[in-house]
């Protein structure tokens, strides 16, 4: 069944992005997945890289400013690798908070609707960040065929069902065969506590996109605590999400869809007229405390997981880290606040 230096389960933004800094680094990398690589999570985000969201748990400040440090990098290489284009498809986002945190200037009203005109003002204090998104279908497209370009070896329909220690290295169990590599290391996302016990869970979210007929147009993306509108270029805006404990049901339930457009609507009336196109759904790993987990949790096994609402913003630099954490060295930021120890009860 072949070997490899580093096998990884998982063919997600987490799991990929960490085989190709691997892959650079000059080591023989395998990732399994159970269906096809970038299928889950990763297709079904929004794309935004919301670094500087006031919402964001501090403790992803660091790990957040590796990546979008990497990112320009990143989508070079996947799009020269794999011949597809990932456009930017906006660089700024208007944010409604309930309290403007420090440092933030609050927008003018006349500030507010130059940047989304028309926008409902009432409850929110706005001010402007420089963010950019992308349209997580298109990196869905290019990473998998970036990745065998990069000459990693990707094995679809082919779901990691055990490993065990072997010496020196690890045995990966598959429905096809036993798959021996130096190392080990989750990205299952969602999935990840099947081969790990760590507390992650699925954590459901409801997305659509909707075309508005005219040219009422937003070029910012316009964020609250409870929406978001992403602008897509030709009258089409993603709209999201919910954040639902509802196991690995992925069924797109119309009254979510309904209450997501109606909130979009409320802050947004120019999307009263908008057709909605296309509805969906995605499994976001989530911890307990909704921090990532990212650890060695035995000789030669790894995780990296719980990337929960930020995992597109957090992959380049979670591949960067791990990937030098892997190798033996030290990783490029401090990582202690996403060990998986931290779920371990205390010892009185
Ligand atoms: C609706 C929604 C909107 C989002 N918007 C944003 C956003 O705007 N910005 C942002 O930064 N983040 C966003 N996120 C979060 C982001 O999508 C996730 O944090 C990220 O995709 C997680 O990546 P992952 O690789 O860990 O998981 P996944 O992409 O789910 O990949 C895990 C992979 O593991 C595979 N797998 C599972 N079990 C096994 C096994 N036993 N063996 C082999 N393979 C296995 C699966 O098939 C899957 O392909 C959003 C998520 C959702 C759902």
Redesign the pocket.
């Known amino acids: 069944m072949g070997s490899a230096d580093i096998a990884i ?8 992005a960490t085989a190709l800094e691997l892959a650079a680094a000059g080591q023989q990398v395998t990732v ?19 670094g500087n969201d006031p919402e964001n748990p501090p403790e992803l400040r660091d790990l957040a400013q590796l990546s979008l440090k990497l990112y320009p990098a990143f989508l070079a290489r996947v799009e020269e690798l794999s011949g597809a284009k990932i456009p930017i498809r906006t660089t700024c986002t208007v944010q409604g908070t309930g309290h403007l945190p420090p440092g933030a200037r609050a927008l003018g009203n006349t500030e507010v609707r130059e940047l989304a005109p028309q926008v409902a003002l009432e409850d929110w204090h706005f001010f402007l960040l420089e963010e950019q ?1 992308f349209d ?1 279908w298109d990196l869905a497209e290019a990473l998998p065929p970036a990745a065998l370009a990069a000459g990693i070896e990707l094995r679809e329909h ?4 055990g490993v065990r220690h072997d010496s020196g290295g690890v045995e990966v169990e598959t429905p096809s065969g036993v798959f021996p590599a130096g190392a080990f290391l989750n ?6 506590p ?2 790990d016990a760590l507390p992650v869970a699925p ?5 659509l996109t909707a075309t508005l007929p005219g040219d009422q147009q937003m070029h910012c993306i316009l964020r609250t605590p409870k929406i978001y509108i ?1 602008p897509r270029g030709n009258n089409r805006y993603t709209i ?2 919910t954040v639902e404990p509802a196991g690995f049901d992925k069924e797109v339930h119309h009254e979510y869809i309904e209450e997501l457009f109606h909130r979009a609507v409320e802050l947004w009336p120019p999307l009263r007229n908008a057709h909605i196109e296309e509805t969906w ?5 989530g911890s307990e405390d909704g921090l990532p987990i990212l650890d060695r949790t035995e000789a030669h096994r790894w995780v ?2 719980g ?9 380049p630099g979670t591949g960067r880290a791990m990937s030098r954490w892997i190798q033996g060295g030290k990783p490029d930021v401090d990582l202690s606040a996403f060990r998986a120890g931290r779920f371990l009860p205390a010892i009185p």
Do not use: Q
């Not at 082919?158 to 069902?161: A, G, I, K, N, S």
């Not at 954590?203 to 997305?207: D, I, L, Q, T």
């Not at 759904?281 to 790993?285: E, F, I, W, Y």
């Open positions: 389960a998982g063919g997600g933004i987490i799991g990929l399994f997945d159970k269906d096809e690589a970038m299928s889950e999570a990763s297709r079904a985000a929004a794309g935004m890289l919301a998104s997580a082919t779901p990691v069902r990205c299952a996302g969602a999935w990840s099947e081969l954590r459901k979210g409801h997305m992403v999201g999400s759904t995605g499994l976001r790993p990296a997981t990337h929960y609402r930020n995992g597109i913003l957090l992959g």
